[in-house]
Structure formats: structure tokens, C-alpha cells
């Protein structure tokens, strides 16, 4: 499988290429070539496998002349040995037609640990073959760190060094990175905010001498990889709803569209998903756009579910290269617009094509609320604030079908958001037991200024510890 860039002038790439890769060189991001579809009989022939030889052979396509059936059979069962459900993605249902498709039970209990626990182990595979070595630079506000802290613990190709804003993550999302004291993993406390450690990461990846003597990557939602590792779980949801004899929708608490993208793959395989829901917090760009075709940036305002606290969703550009019928220069031109003007010209004409599918959805902090007292009383069920606002949409927007049943992304566990939990409902959920002794667990964080010489030094002393 080849890939190609949206943008239309990056050399394209085989599946190693993209993983290593991360952002085209042209500032596009990468696509399969052609997606990879099966029939109607292949995919019921999928039916009722564990999850982690559905994912290996799900994703095999795309990795086809890098990987074999068997390396990811063997790299999806590590992957997903560590989860806390035999079914690693359970299906919840709670009411006649709306299903939480339970995302969290990797170690960082968000959804994120699906992609990146294979990730890292899909890094170190390639990079023991090659005998190179990486060294992992990014900033997080809360669970993406976390997760890419616990997909590279440990991994013999890899060190990682993660910023996060000093005393502006909660204390359960800081300790979950700096209580991992595995030897390749090191947390910086940066003295500054968010934007602040987003910056740090752009200069070190914008020195071209610093990036290439680190070997430096990124796991961030823009690596083809993580999409890739998201599609099996829609397919095992709508497979166990009936599929491919029956269609489903799908509601997606949504940042950087990755999720909802995977979703979009999985329907280009040739699953009959006949909605996709885009549900967001108050940061509405794209319930906008899928209103009204207005796509234009406002302020970031912060909400009780900070991982949706986006207004550009990075993998947008995805949908818009196929909405655009693959039309590379015509996309890299409606980007340009963008990123000069502050608003999206997406012709009418494609904008219509996608409201045939997709519809957005949003609430604001109250509704969210509301939405978390809602769950609970009429199905008994706890959802964090997240998923809460993927279940109420489902509610909102199903499709007028009665039969079509919704699936809703629960893309974190309840007992990572205490504070909004204990506000909708008065309780405190529990941490699961793997995480039972967060709190006691021994830290361990470097504290620095805001001062990118000091930033680089210590990720030079180490990175380089562990080359020597
Ligand atoms: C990252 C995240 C999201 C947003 O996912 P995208 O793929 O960026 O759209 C939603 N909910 C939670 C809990 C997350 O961690």
C-alpha cells in the first residue's frame, strides 16, 4: 500500500514511510492510495473474532508490504493484553438503539491508548529492523501525553520526553505520566502554559541540526498509524450490531477529527454506517461548519472536557481531500485560504455532499452536565463528560430510521474527570484497580523555566544517555 500526501507534492511513502513520517513534507498529511474494500461476505466472516485478530487483520491492508499478517498479529496482541475487558472494546447498550462502544480500558483509560499502545510497539518493530532509534518530543494538556508515556515505557527503540504546562494538568493526568519511572521516559514541568510547551515543540522540530541528531518523531493524531488503529473498533461495533446486513451510526465526541475519521474509514472499507455524528463542547467550529458551511476560527475557551477543547481539527484535512474527490492542489489551495484567513472556503457543492452523512452536534458546560444526570437516570449508566456529550447527540440526531441502531464513542473513563463527575451526579467514581494506587505511586518531573535552550539541553542530556 502506497501512500499519498493531500497536499500533492511529498514523494509518497509505503506504510513505514507514513508511520516514521508523521506530517508530509509539503505540510499535507498522508492517505491511503486507494482504500482498501472488502465484500459483504468477507466482513461477516469477521464476525465473533477477538478484537486483537479483527485489528491485525483490519489494518493489514494498509501495512501490506511492510508488515505481515503475523508481525501484526503478534504487535496487536501485546498491545491489547493490558487492557482491562476481555472484549478490550465492550459495547454497552442503554436504551433501545443507542450503544457506548467503551474505549477505555487501556492503561490511560481514554481512547487514545487503542492507537498508541500499538504505536509504540509498531516503532519499535520497524526500528529494531532498521537498527535506528527515535527520540519522542511532545506537549500535552492532559491525556495525550499520558498515553504516548505509556505506549513507549520500556520500548528498546525509543525515548520519550513529554512537556506539560507546570500545575495546569488535573493531579490524575499529571501523575499518570510522572509516575511511569521507566528509564526511556522523562516529563518535563514546564514553567509556562499549554501554547507555551506547543511552542518549545515546534522550535526543536523546526531546528533542522537538533531534529536530525535526535532522530526526533511525534505521535500526535496526524500519524496515518493511529487512524489506521481506530478503524477496527467501529467495525467490531457494527459487526456486532448486525453489519454489513444492517446499517449503524455513529456519534463521536470529536478535537482533531481523528476518531470520527477512523469511523469514515471504516465506512469506506464497506461498512454501512449511514451517520456520523460530530459532537462537540463549546469549542463548535464544526457543528458550524456542518450547520451552516462556516468553518472560522474563534478563541480556544476552556470546558469541562478539555480533550475537545480544540477550534482546528488537524485531520479535517483528510475528509476534505476526499470531499474535494481527491483533488490535491484544490485542497492545499482551500488550506492556504485557511491558515491565512481564519475560515474555510469548502465549495457548496462538496459541503452538501458531506451533509448526507455527517451532522454536528454541541453543548456547552451546563448541557453537558445535564447531559451526565440524563445518562444515569434513564440507563444507570456513568459516563465521563466526554462521552457524555457523544451519547447525548446520539439521542439528538440518530437517524429518522427507528431501526438504525447509534453507536456513541466513550472515549474516557468517568474517574479521569472527578471533579465534573461529582458535579453532574455527586459522586466520585473510583479509579479502576490497575490505577487503584495512583495517588501513593512516587513521582518523577523536571522542573524548567520557559527557556528553549534549557528545554533542548535536557532533552539532549536525555536522549543521549541512552545512545551512549
Ligand atoms: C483525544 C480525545 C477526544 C478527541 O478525539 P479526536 O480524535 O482528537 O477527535 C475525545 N475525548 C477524549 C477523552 C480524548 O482523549
Known amino acids: 500500500m502506497r501512500y499519498v500526501s493531500t497536499r500533492g507534492r511529498a514523494q509518497p511513502r509505503d506504510f513505514e514511510g507514513v508511520l516514521l513520517a508523521g506530517l508530509a513534507e ?16 468477507a466482513w461477516r466472516a469477521l464476525r465473533g473474532l477477538p478484537y486483537e485478530e479483527l ?28 487492557f482491562d475487558h476481555a472484549a478490550v472494546v465492550p459495547l454497552v447498550q442503554l ?35 532498521r537498527g535506528e532509534r527515535i527520540t519522542i518530543i511532545g506537549a500535552t494538556s492532559g491525556d ?23 500545575g495546569r494538568t488535573s493531579a490524575v493526568q499529571r501523575r499518570q505520566m510522572t509516575t511511569v519511572l521507566a528509564e526511556n521516559v522523562a516529563n518535563i514541568a514546564l514553567e509556562g502554559s499549554f501554547d507555551d510547551c506547543q511552542d518549545a515543540v515546534k522550535a526543536m522540530f523546526g531546528d533542522a541540526a537538533f531534529r536530525e541528531e535526535l ?15 481506530q478503524i477496527p473498533y467501529y467495525a467490531a461495533a457494527a459487526l456486532a450490531l448486525g453489519a454489513p446486513d444492517r446499517p449503524v451510526a455513529v ?41 451552516a458551511n462556516d468553518m472560522s476560527i474563534r478563541p480556544v475557551e476552556a470546558s469541562l472536557s478539555p480533550s475537545m477543547d480544540i477550534q482546528v481539527s488537524s485531520n479535517f484535512e483528510r475528509l476534505l481531500f476526499e470531499l474535494l474527490e481527491r483533488d490535491a492542489e484544490a485542497t492545499a489551495a482551500v488550506m492556504t485560504a485557511f491558515r491565512s484567513s481564519g475560515r474555510m472556503p469548502v465549495p457548496d457543492s462538496a459541503w452538501r455532499r458531506l451533509r448526507d452523512r455527517f451532522l454536528g452536534f454541541s453543548l456547552d458546560d451546563a448541557g453537558t452536565l445535564e447531559a451526565m444526570r440524563r445518562i444515569r437516570q434513564e440507563s444507570g449508566y456513568l459516563s465521563d463528560p466526554h462521552s457524555a456529550i457523544g451519547i447525548a447527540a446520539a439521542a439528538a440526531l440518530a437517524p429518522p430510521e427507528r431501526a438504525i441502531p447509534v453507536v456513541a464513542a466513550a472515549t474516557a473513563h468517568p474517574a479521569k474527570f472527578p471533579e465534573a463527575v461529582k458535579a453532574a451526579l455527586g459522586e466520585v467514581p473510583r479509579l479502576p484497580p490497575q490505577l487503584a494506587d495512583l495517588f501513593d505511586r512516587e513521582e518523577r518531573c ?15 542530556a536525555h536522549a543521549r544517555r541512552r545512545a551512549a
Not at 532522530?215 to 488503529?229: D, E, Q, Y
Not at 475519521?261 to 457543528?287: C, E, S
Not at 523536571?446 to 539532549?460: C, E, G, H, T, W
Open 26 to 41: 509539503d505540510g499535507g498529511l498522508f492517505v491511503p492510495e486507494s482504500w482498501p474494500v472488502l465484500d459483504a461476505a
Open 144 to 166: 495525550t501525553g499520558s498515553a504516548a508515556i505509556e505506549a513507549c515505557r520500556d520500548r528498546a527503540a525509543v525515548d520519550i520526553v513529554i512537556l506539560h504546562p507546570k
Open 95 to 129: 436504551d433501545e438503539r443507542r450503544f457506548a462502544l467503551e474505549l477505555f480500558h487501556g492503561p490511560t483509560l481514554a481512547f487514545k491508548d487503542l492507537a498508541l499502545q500499538l504505536l509504540g510497539r509498531l516503532f519499535d518493530h520497524v526500528l529494531a529492523r
Open 251 to 291: 456519534a463521536v465526541p470529536t478535537g482533531n477529527f481523528g476518531n470520527v475519521l477512523a469511523a469514515y474509514g471504516a465506512m469506506r472499507m464497506g461498512l454501512p454506517i449511514a451517520r456520523f455524528i460530530v459532537a462537540t463542547n463549546r469549542n463548535d467550529i464544526l457543528a458550524r461548519f456542518l450547520a
Open 55 to 82: 485489528a491485525a487483520r483490519l489494518i493489514a491492508p494498509f501495512a501490506e508490504g511492510c508488515l505481515t499478517l503475523e508481525e501484526l498479529r503478534s504487535l496487536c496482541r501485546d498491545a491489547y493484553r493490558r
Open 446 to 460: 523536571s522542573v524548567l523555566p520557559n527557556d528553549l535552550a534549557a528545554i533542548k539541553a535536557f532533552v539532549r
Open 215 to 229: 532522530h526526533l518523531a511525534a505521535v500526535n493524531s496526524i500519524n496515518w498509524a493511529r487512524i489506521a488503529a
